[in-house]
Structure formats: structure tokens, C-alpha cells
């Protein structure tokens, strides 16, 4: 992926950065703005800025948004608050990290 800006968190760069990926994995981040090397398929975003997945740092994962009471988390069942269902849907809505 090539877009015209990349923050990686630490550092912001201009001038074209381009993101190699590999299945799920990001291989390499160049950030000279030269055509690669190597026949790669590059998806040009534009003028987008392509910055490492968001992390929502406040999260209770236990609680149900529909019952907001300390009771409705005493009221469910333990085996669904183990398999964190409501993690799996921050996951599946883009909220992740990596350690």
C-alpha cells in the first residue's frame, strides 16, 4: 500500500511511504518514496495517512452496553465473559493490538 503520509506512532512521514504486506503481516515500511524494487501489486490510496491500529485503552470487556449495571454483570453467565465474546467484537470492528 502507498498513501501520501505514514505515522507510525513514534514519527511522521511524507512523500509517498509504501507498506509491503504479506497475507496478514506487514513485511517491510519504506519510507523514501521510491518505486519498489520488486514486482509488487500496489494499491495507491492517496491522499491518506496510514497510521498502526487504534487501541481502544478503555474497555469493560464484561459488561454489556444494553444492561449498564454492576447486577447485569453479576446476572451473566461466566462461561461467556471467559470466551471475552465482547472482545472478539472490538476485534472484529478494527480495535487491536499486538504485544
Known amino acids: ?3 501520501a503520509g505514514l505515522f507510525d506512532g513514534r514519527a511522521w512521514y511524507t512523500g509517498r511511504p509504501l507498506v509491503v504486506i504479506d497475507g496478514d503481516t506487514i513485511t517491510d515500511v519504506d519510507t523514501s518514496g521510491a518505486q519498489p524494487l520488486t514486482d509488487l501489486d500496489v494499491t495507491d490510496l492517496g491522499p491518506v495517512t496510514l497510521l498502526p491500529g ?3 485503552a478503555h ?3 464484561a459488561f454489556n452496553p444494553q444492561n449498564r449495571t454492576q447486577k447485569g ?6 462461561a461467556l ?5 465482547r472482545a472478539r467484537a472490538h476485534l472484529r470492528a478494527g ?3 499486538r504485544p
Open 73 to 78: 454483570l453479576a446476572d451473566q453467565d461466566g
Open 1 to 3: 500500500m502507498r498513501a
Open 81 to 85: 465473559i471467559a470466551r471475552h465474546v
Open 54 to 56: 487504534l487501541i481502544d
Open 59 to 61: 474497555v469493560h470487556l
Open 95 to 97: 480495535v487491536t493490538t
